[in-house]
């Protein structure tokens, strides 16, 4: 009898040990990751416009710092008629970007765990692209350098998941000729996959 009731004494903590617990690590944010995006130009008679494509990689540790190497493809659009317009020509580019934080606006998830940010957002940009049967003065090859300003939303550490729109200034040169474009570009981008 007394060996059935030290078995039952037993039996909670053997249900005990016997539960899951909780064995969830902070998972090492991606340093890594990819880029996807939307540009477009404004200004003169004939203006770029293109998607973006590469990689992206964190730098430092302070939240939303990036360089990223991408790839522009795209075509010319006459007078900013997107809808009724023509296009001319196309043209590959090469780009490094530079995407820092300037200023935290709000935070995302609840007091106890933060998901993620609104950010005010700098962005810099350079490259050379390859113009094919190009209607702009630079020829068929040209420099390019835009500085950006914009807001950027998502993950708060590493290469998270957010989303980006950035407005300013792009300049292009070549052939002896330099040109300034307004320019908006929508941007997402994404890590490699979280380690632990």
């Given at each position: 009898m007394i060996r059935h009731l030290a078995a039952l004494a037993l039996v909670p903590?053997?249900?005990?040990?016997?539960?899951?617990?909780?064995t969830t690590q902070a998972l090492a944010q991606p340093r890594?990751?990819?880029?996807?995006?939307?540009?477009?130009?404004?200004?003169?008679?004939?203006?770029?416009s293109g998607v973006d494509a590469g990689l992206v990689?964190?730098?430092?540790?302070r939240p939303g710092r990036s360089v990223a190497m991408t790839m522009r493809v795209g075509s010319f659009t006459q007078d900013q008629a997107v809808l009724v317009g023509r296009t001319r020509g196309f043209f590959a580019a090469l780009l490094g970007q530079y995407r820092f934080?300037?200023?935290?606006?709000?935070e995302l998830g609840t007091p106890e765990r933060v998901t993620g940010a609104v950010r005010l957002m700098g962005l810099l940009e350079t490259g050379v692209s390859v113009n094919f049967n190009?209607?702009?003065?630079?020829?068929?090859?040209?420099?390019?350098?835009?500085?950006?300003?914009?807001a950027g939303v998502g993950g708060d550490e590493g290469v998270d998941d957010s989303f980006g729109f950035f407005v300013g200034a792009t300049g292009l040169f070549g052939g002896g000729v330099s040109s300034t474009h307004f320019t908006a570009s929508l941007r997402y981008q994404?890590?490699?996959g979280r380690r632990r």
């Open positions: 903590a053997t249900l005990l040990a016997q539960e899951p617990t909780d890594r990751g990819w880029t996807i995006g939307v540009t477009g130009y404004t200004g003169g008679t004939w203006q770029p990689r964190k730098v430092g540790e934080p300037l200023v935290r606006l709000l190009s209607p702009l003065p630079q020829g068929n090859y040209h420099g390019l350098g835009a500085v950006m300003l914009g994404s890590g490699f």
